[in-house]
C-alpha cells in the first residue's frame, strides 16, 4: 500500500512540515545540474620551479575515477607472465603512484601537461611522464589530494538536520 506525503487538512504541522521538505528536496534534485567543480592552486616556488605553478584543477566523476582506476592497475608479481600463457587470470594492483599521476593529469585544466610543446620540453610521450619529472612526489599527492577533495572525497559533503 503507497502512503500518500502529500498533507491532508487533517494534517499535524509536522506532517505538513515533512511533506514541504520532500517537495523541496524533490524540487532542489530536479533543478540540479551535473556536478562539477574547478579550483585554482598553485604549487609554491622551489628549486626548478622558482616561479611556482598556477594550477586550474577540476573534479573527476565517478566513471573517470573508475577508469583512473583501471589505468593503473600492474601485475601483482613476475609470475604472473606464467599465468597469462597458460591462460589464467593475472593479479593486479593499483599503483598509488601512478594512480596519483593520473588523477593529477586527468583532474587539471590548466596547464595542459600533455601539450606536445611540453611533453617535447621533458622529452617525454605522456601528461603523466611530465608530471613524473616536474613535480616532487608531495606536490603530485597534494594535488591529487585538492582534486579528490572537491570531486567529493573530503569528508565534508554531509550536514545533518533537523528532524
Not at 71 to 78: G, I, R, S
Amino acid at each position: 500500500m503507497a502512503r500518500s506525503t502529500a498533507p491532508t487538512q487533517d494534517a499535524t504541522p509536522e506532517q505538513i512540515e515533512e511533506a514541504q521538505e520532500e517537495k523541496s528536496a524533490l524540487d532542489v534534485l530536479l533543478g540540479a545540474s551535473e556536478a562539477k567543480q574547478t579550483a585554482v592552486i598553485k604549487l609554491k616556488p622551489r628549486q626548478g620551479l622558482e616561479a611556482g605553478l598556477p594550477m586550474t584543477i577540476r573534479s573527476l566523476s565517478d566513471r573517470e575515477f573508475r577508469n583512473l582506476s583501471t589505468q593503473a592497475e600492474v601485475p601483482v608479481n613476475a609470475l604472473n607472465r606464467r599465468a597469462r600463457r597458460a591462460g589464467e587470470t593475472a593479479d593486479t594492483e593499483i599503483d598509488p603512484g601512478l594512480f596519483l599521476r593520473l588523477v593529477v593529469s586527468a583532474g587539471t585544466q590548466d596547464p595542459p601537461f600533455g601539450d606536445p610543446k611540453v611533453t617535447s620540453k621533458f622529452g617525454v610521450l605522456t601528461a603523466d611522464e611530465v608530471i613524473q619529472k616536474l613535480m616532487l612526489p608531495g606536490e603530485i599527492a597534494e594535488v591529487a589530494e585538492e582534486i579528490m577533495d572537491i570531486s567529493g572525497f573530503n569528508g565534508n559533503n554531509i550536514e545533518y538536520v533537523k528532524n
